[in-house]
Nanobody, 124 residues
């Protein structure tokens, strides 16, 4: 069974930092693009960031550029999201995702796998 399990969410004050982790199990994702989406209450799920299978290509949503950093450790089958300078509008459930291509991972519609999400709450 393939699983993506997120961790690291929580409550933080505005300006603070959190580091999310997504550990994959059940298969190796070394060639898969992996990324993060988020969904705030009453809003649609939106793309946050993706890292290509090679790790050479990183894409960020404009809303998080310069504040969030995605990385991956292939040996641990894990992808990370370092979130700095957090804002109340970053409050959402954050989902890890994996797909065969970067484009598919960014689409939100053709992704192969999804985690169950971790809550991030930023207080003002």
């Amino acid at each position: 069974q393939v699983l993506l399990v997120e961790s690291g969410g929580g409550l933080v004050q505005a300006g603070g930092s959190l580091r999310l982790s997504c550990e994959a199990s059940g298969r190796t994702f070394s060639t898969y693009a992996m990324g993060w989406f988020r969904q705030a209450p009453g809003k649609e799920r939106e793309f946050v960031t993706v890292i290509s299978g090679s790790g050479n290509s990183l894409v960020y949503a404009d809303s998080v550029k310069g504040r969030f950093t995605i990385s991956r450790d292939k040996a641990k089958n894990t992808v990370y999201l370092q979130m700095n300078s957090l804002k109340p509008e970053d409050t959402a459930v954050y989902y890890c995702t994996a797909a065969r291509t970067t484009a598919a991972a960014m689409s939100g519609k053709t992704n192969d796998y999804w985690g169950q999400g971790t809550q991030v709450t930023v207080s003002s």
